[in-house]
């Protein structure tokens, strides 16, 4: 059973590609979210159920640059590669980006995670490359680029 489900709410995420070129503080596509709006008020209820431990950021670093590739296209620094041959539409996102980090919940994250970034490359990581458990722990490292 998901460690969603096991807290009575269904599986959802969203937001590692949102908008724009690499979606700095000024960009308005930062704010637009990336979970469709009939699923967006549950996937921001969900709440990541690890608390962040040296040992869990420490996890999802590892998992951010070896098991879950994020690093190919977000960047060792997490700020997203903006010259990446055969991206098609939207560039990835720039995870230290304050205005990004605070408008998007956790929620929508693991959303994105599972279900992909409509209108960008972001694929689905859940289940294929990524156990839910993995997912929240590379979401507490993402964290850890904007300082929270």
């Known amino acids: 059973?998901?460690?969603?489900?096991?807290?009575g709410v269904s599986c959802v995420f969203a937001v590692f590609l949102l908008g724009g070129s690499v979606a700095w503080g000024g960009d308005p596509a930062v704010l637009k979210p990336r979970v469709p709006p009939d699923r967006i008020e549950e996937a921001r209820t969900w709440?990541?159920?690890?608390?962040?431990?040296?040992?869990r950021l420490e996890r999802g670093k590892k998992l951010f640059h070896g098991k879950g590739f994020c690093v190919t296209c977000h960047?060792?620094?997490?700020?997203?590669?903006?010259?990446?041959?055969?991206?098609?539409?939207?560039?990835?996102?720039?995870?230290?980006?304050?205005q990004w980090q605070d408008a998007r919940t956790d929620g929508e994250?693991?959303?994105?995670?599972?279900?992909?970034s409509p209108g960008t490359d972001?694929?689905?990581?859940i289940?294929?490359?990524?156990?839910?458990?993995?997912?929240?722990?590379?979401?507490?490292?993402v964290r850890a680029f904007g300082g929270t």
């Open 109 to 116: 994250l693991f959303w994105i995670l599972q279900n992909g």
């Open 1 to 7: 059973m998901s460690l969603i489900r096991k807290r």
């Open 127 to 141: 289940p294929l490359v990524l156990t839910e458990e993995e997912a929240w722990h590379v979401l507490l490292y």
């Open 75 to 98: 960047g060792r620094d997490g700020k997203g590669l903006g010259n990446i041959p055969g991206l098609r539409g939207k560039l990835p996102r720039n995870f230290t980006d304050p």
């Open 122 to 125: 972001m694929a689905s990581f």
């Open 47 to 55: 709440r990541n159920p690890f608390p962040v431990t040296p040992e």
